[in-house]
């Protein structure tokens, strides 16, 4: 009889085993699931430049061309200081904007970061 109830239930090292088995299976599936998601973020982030760089490409050929008309209908001194002035306005109005929108985007940045240890804990 004791040798039929040792047979039923596991032994201590096969639910260690068992136990094992579960912890690694479910650290391997955390550790794939972050590297996913870093794996999205850098990829967003890699499309996220691309589009900045060619946005920002086009806002300064904007700026250029328009500096251009404006200095090939400048007339006088006068003319030309306030051309000066009005490009430069609009050359600080850009860069504000700009900085405005790369610190929203770090920002964004920092939330999906911090959304990303929060749903893939490391402990």
């Given at each position: 009889?004791?040798?039929?109830?040792?047979?039923?239930?596991?032994?201590?090292?096969?639910?260690?085993?068992?136990?094992?088995?579960?912890?690694?299976?479910?650290?391997?599936?955390?550790?794939?699931?972050?590297?996913?998601?870093?794996?999205k973020?850098?990829?967003?982030?890699?499309?996220?430049?691309?589009?900045?760089?060619?946005?920002?490409?086009?806002?300064?050929?904007?700026?250029?061309?328009?500096?251009?008309?404006?200095?090939?209908?400048?007339?006088?001194?006068?003319?030309i200081?306030?051309?000066?002035?009005?490009?430069?306005?609009?050359?600080?109005?850009?860069?504000?904007?700009?900085?405005?929108?790369?610190?929203?985007?770090?920002?964004?940045?920092?939330?999906?970061?911090?959304?990303?240890?929060?749903?893939?804990?490391?402990?």
């Amino acid at each position: 009889m004791p040798e039929h109830s040792e047979a039923v239930t596991p032994t201590a090292v096969e639910r260690t085993t068992t136990d094992a088995e579960a912890q690694f299976k479910k650290t391997n599936a955390l550790a794939a699931g972050f590297m996913f998601g870093a794996q999205k973020m850098a990829l967003e982030e890699m499309v996220f430049a691309g589009n900045e760089i060619l946005d920002r490409a086009q806002t300064e050929m904007h700026l250029f061309s328009e500096f251009v008309s404006k200095m090939a209908g400048a007339h006088s001194v006068k003319d030309i200081r306030t051309m000066y002035e009005e490009c430069s306005k609009h050359q600080m109005e850009f860069v504000r904007r700009d900085c405005d929108r790369l610190f929203r985007h770090g920002e964004r940045m920092i939330e999906v970061a911090s959304n990303l240890f929060k749903s893939h804990p490391l402990n």
